[in-house]
């Protein structure tokens, strides 16, 4: 059975960082892509970053410069750094096994002053 836990979200002021992380079970995450989505209250959930199994990293223009995602193999966990962090950042993200219905339930990030 495949979990994916997200942690890490919080309350930031504006400019802050935080770090989410995803840990998996029931897969071995390293040889999947992974992905972390958004979804902010009346939006649809969007991409906002991948890597590939081979580390290949990809970023919604939003996000680009700002946010970093990473895998720890070992740890079977996929972070996503997020910096600089703006209002329009509010959102819950999950994690992904791209491609197949596995999702997290997701972690609330919000960005208030």
């Known amino acids: 059975q495949v979990q994916l836990v997200e942690s890490g979200g919080g309350l930031v002021q504006p400019g802050g960082s935080l770090r989410l992380s995803c840990a998996a079970s029931?897969?071995?995450?390293?040889?999947?892509?992974m992905g972390w989505y958004r979804q902010a209250p009346g939006k649809q959930r969007e991409l906002v970053a991948s890597?590939?199994?081979?580390?290949?990293?990809n970023y919604a223009d939003s996000v680009k410069g700002r946010f970093a995602i990473s895998r720890d193999n070992a740890k079977n966990t996929v972070y996503l750094q997020m910096n600089s962090l703006k209002f329009e950042d509010t959102a819950v993200y999950y994690c992904?096994?791209?491609?197949?219905?596995?999702w997290g339930q997701g972690t609330q990030v919000t960005v208030s002053s």
């Open positions: 992904n096994v791209i491609g197949f219905d596995y």
């Open positions: 029931g897969v071995r995450s390293r040889f999947y892509a």
């Open positions: 890597i590939s199994s081979a580390g290949t990293t």
